[in-house]
């Protein structure tokens, strides 16, 4: 037990923390759809896997687990807090059985963390220093350990 909360202190370090910078509110913004704003910033979320991680980041030259939310869901016309805890507690409860996609992932691996989730049992997230976003599945055992809810962002 104590190898999963070493490895989740590792693997989610820096991610629950304040920003260290302001977000780039001139970071450009998706190209309208006729999609919702969830599922055009689920889109965005899987378009920027591969972006790097950094603490406090907030645009796609960096983003931490919070900041890559408030980016793809700004660029989706939404405005959501900053921080994982602030995001976790301005959503609407949804039910993991009726998770939809755009929908917020929250953990506690030890330390807030948020996820958005894209369908299929996946969310995308930002983990950690020296990874960049990534596609996870929410039945991997790490997340499952951790999972701590999910919510809907008010539009």
């Known amino acids: ?26 970071a450009a913004p998706v190209a309208p759809t006729t999609q919702s704003p969830a599922a055009t910033a689920a889109r965005l979320a899987v378009a920027l896997v591969g ?26 016309g939404v405005l959501v807090p900053r921080t994982a805890a602030e995001q976790r507690v301005a959503v609407r409860p949804v039910d993991v059985d009726h998770l939809e996609p755009g929908d917020l992932v929250f953990f506690q691996t030890p330390l807030n ?12 997230h930002a983990p950690a220093t020296g990874r960049t976003v990534e596609r996870m599945s929410l039945h991997s055992p790490f997340f499952l350990l951790g999972f701590a809810g999910a919510g809907r962002p008010v539009s």
Do not use: K, T
């Open 1 to 26: 037990m104590w190898r999963v909360l070493v490895m989740a202190l590792i693997f989610l370090a820096g991610c629950g923390g304040a920003p260290q910078r302001q977000p780039n509110a001139l």
């Open 51 to 76: 972006a790097p991680y950094r603490f406090g980041g907030a645009a796609p030259d960096g983003f931490d687990c919070s900041g890559l939310v408030w980016y793809v869901y700004h660029s989706a």
């Open 113 to 124: 963390h948020v996820g958005i989730y894209i369908g299929g049992g996946e969310f995308v």
